[in-house]
């Protein structure tokens, strides 16, 4: 199934078209147990508005999952540079959206990553990519945090990596304790960053944000 969708009907000349591509038999499939879920969920004469919900569910659930078939360390080890640059690389405030494994509800906030490299740097979209990759799949952002430092410290061999997630968890503000504002804070942390309090003193300016 291919969706074309350019924000414009489908006017051929248009510049820029995205493209939704969706497996049509998991499509398929999930609809049909959404739509059992809905009717044990909804009583039936609720049920009208929801003719077309479960395929957009199915869908809807692909997009936020489809970090599964994405490597990340491919993503990274298919742009790597041979550099002599040996300070801080940072890219602050990557937006984060990611599903907590527990309830399947969404966890959303910010991403810093750094690095300092030992001859080898990638592209700067690429660790936004690694973030994005991993977020899209089912996680707690404790091990979202560990996976992300893990995979540039494998492929880049760095002097050290630093990644810092803030993320408010909507299992947390929806249901549950219903604690509105509390946002979550991870770090991970390795080589330099581990050892060297002043490399990492800097780290934490830079993005400005407060650790225990
Ligand atoms: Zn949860």
Not at 65 to 91: A, C, R, W
Not at 157 to 169: F, N, Y
């Amino acid at each position: 199934m291919e969706v074309i969708n350019n924000g414009y009907g489908s006017k051929k000349d248009a510049g820029y078209t995205r493209i939704e591509k969706y497996n049509e038999t998991k499509v398929n499939r999930i609809a049909e147990l959404y739509k059992e879920i809905l009717s044990l969920i909804v009583e039936e004469k609720y049920l009208d508005g929801l003719s077309e919900t479960p395929e957009r569910i199915a869908k809807s659930m692909q997009f936020l999952t489809h970090g599964y078939n994405f490597d990340p360390e491919e993503i990274l080890t298919s742009s790597v540079f041979k550099e002599e640059y040996k300070q801080m690389v940072l890219v602050k405030d990557i937006e984060l959206y990611s599903m907590c494994e527990h309830h399947m509800i969404p966890f959303f906030g910010k991403a810093h990553v750094a690095y300092i490299p030992d001859g080898y740097i990638t592209g700067l979209s690429k660790i936004a990519r690694v973030v994005e990759t991993y977020a899209r799949r089912l996680h707690v952002q404790e091990r979202l945090t560990t996976q992300i430092r893990d995979c540039i410290q494998k492929t880049l061999k760095p002097l050290g990596v630093a990644v810092v997630i803030e993320a408010k968890h909507m299992c947390m503000i929806m249901r549950g304790i219903q604690k509105q504002n509390s946002v979550t804070t991870t770090s991970a942390f390795t080589g330099v960053f581990m050892r060297e309090t002043k490399t990492r003193e800097e780290f934490i300016h830079l993005i400005g944000v407060k650790l225990m």
